[in-house]
């Protein structure tokens, strides 16, 4: 779990991290190198989610590479099935990290969004949906390793 008390806002206590998979934490269905060891270290605090439409077709190579099970999304309704898994977890305890439009409904229902510049590019509403915008996938993942990095970018 991450506690954390930002001046102007609620106390976030984060519990769960849920994550878009392709153009966020990989790229062309391939791991963006860094990330396994990031999340690795993230899984004593946050238990970690992923969800994928699984373009490329490699998720169980990603599955196996960070040892989770992705969670697979049907065609169709992509940002509502997203937004729903949020918010079956409990949407006040989740952080949300996404850059593709159906991650839009997820960045917006978590308690904190994150949108990440991706070379596949970041569609608008999520960024619009999101709390906060990060350069890449690794310094999103870093910024909850270290969330007192959170109180300078989000106190109001």
């Known amino acids: 779990m991450i506690e954390i008390n930002i001046p102007g806002r609620a106390k976030l206590t984060l519990e ?14 391939i791991l963006i190198a860094g990330v396994a060891e990031r999340i ?11 969800l994928t ?6 998720q ?6 960070l040892g989770l099970k992705a969670v697979r999304i049907q065609p169709g309704n992509e940002i509502e099935q997203k937004a729903a898994y949020v918010q079956q977890l409990g949407a006040e305890h ?7 439009a159906n991650d839009a409904g997820m960045l917006q229902t978590a308690a904190l969004g994150i949108c990440v510049m991706s070379i596949e590019g970041i569609a608008v509403e999520t960024l619009q949906s999101a709390h906060l915008l990060l350069p890449d996938t690794l310094s999103a ?7 007192l990095r959170l109180i300078a970018s989000l106190r109001k």
């Not at 169980?60 to 590479?65: F, K």
């Not at 989740?94 to 593709?100: D, E, F, L, R, S």
């Not at 993942?141 to 969330?147: G, H, S, T, V």
């Open 94 to 100: 989740v952080v949300a990290i996404g850059q593709g």
């Open 40 to 50: 690795n270290r993230l899984r004593n605090r946050l238990d970690v989610h992923l």
């Open 53 to 58: 439409a699984d373009t490329h077709g490699g």
């Open 60 to 65: 169980a190579l990603i599955d196996q590479a």
């Open 141 to 147: 993942l870093d910024l909850l390793e270290r969330p």
């Open 16 to 29: 769960h991290l849920v994550m878009d998979v392709n153009g966020t934490l990989a790229l062309d269905g």
